[in-house]
């Protein structure tokens, strides 16, 4: 199991989390996701260790900024 956490910009409600979600979770191999707009943080736990450019790209693709948290 790997879990990845990530810094979210411009999230602001329930629906910017549900946009997130909707695209993160498409990716091979994710089996949680927790998103909160209040913290700005997204963590991923999957079977397999994910790209963090594959995430980074979904969150791109619901329409915010994300980095990987240190």
Known sequence: ???S????????????????REE??????????DVSAATGKLVV????PIEDAAVIAAVEEA??????AS
């Open 1 to 3: 199991m790997s879990i």
């Open 5 to 20: 956490e990530y810094q979210v910009t411009g999230m602001t409600c329930g629906h910017c989390e549900m946009s997130i």
């Open 24 to 33: 993160v979770e498409t990716l091979p191999g994710v089996q949680d996701i």
């Open 45 to 48: 736990t999957s079977t397999d």
């Open 63 to 68: 329409g915010y900024q994300a980095v990987r």
